[in-house]
Nanobody
């Protein structure tokens, strides 16, 4: 059974940086495109960044130029480097396949990112 474990979140001031990491049991990264999603209080979960098996990346307009997604299939990890963080980036961040559904309804516990102004 696949498990996703997100880590690296925390409290940071506006303008700061964080690097999120997603570790997976099993070799799902070599089979699927992956994405980082986030859910802010009272809002729906949204996709912020994705990366294909070949390494092509995509970003939501709100994070373009500030966030960078990368993957290390040998380590079964996906990363999200977040720079120039803003209070509106505050959310719980999750990784999952892109598109969703390959893991059914499964989500990891996520990692909380809080950006203070």
């Amino acid at each position: 059974q696949v498990r996703l474990v997100e880590s690296g979140g925390g409290l940071v001031q506006a303008g700061g940086s964080l690097r999120l990491s997603c570790a997976a049991s099993g070799s799902i990264f070599s089979r699927y495109a992956m994405g980082w999603y986030r859910q802010a209080p009272g809002k729906q979960r949204e996709l912020v960044a994705s990366i294909t098996i070949g390494g092509d990346t995509g970003y939501a307009d709100s994070v373009k130029g500030r966030f960078t997604i990368s993957r290390d299939d040998a380590k079964n990890r996906v990363y999200l480097q977040m720079n120039s963080l803003q209070p509106e980036d505050t959310a719980v961040y999750y990784c999952n396949t892109r598109p969703l559904g390959y893991l059914g309804d499964y989500w990891g516990q996520g990692t909380q990112v809080t950006v203070s102004s």
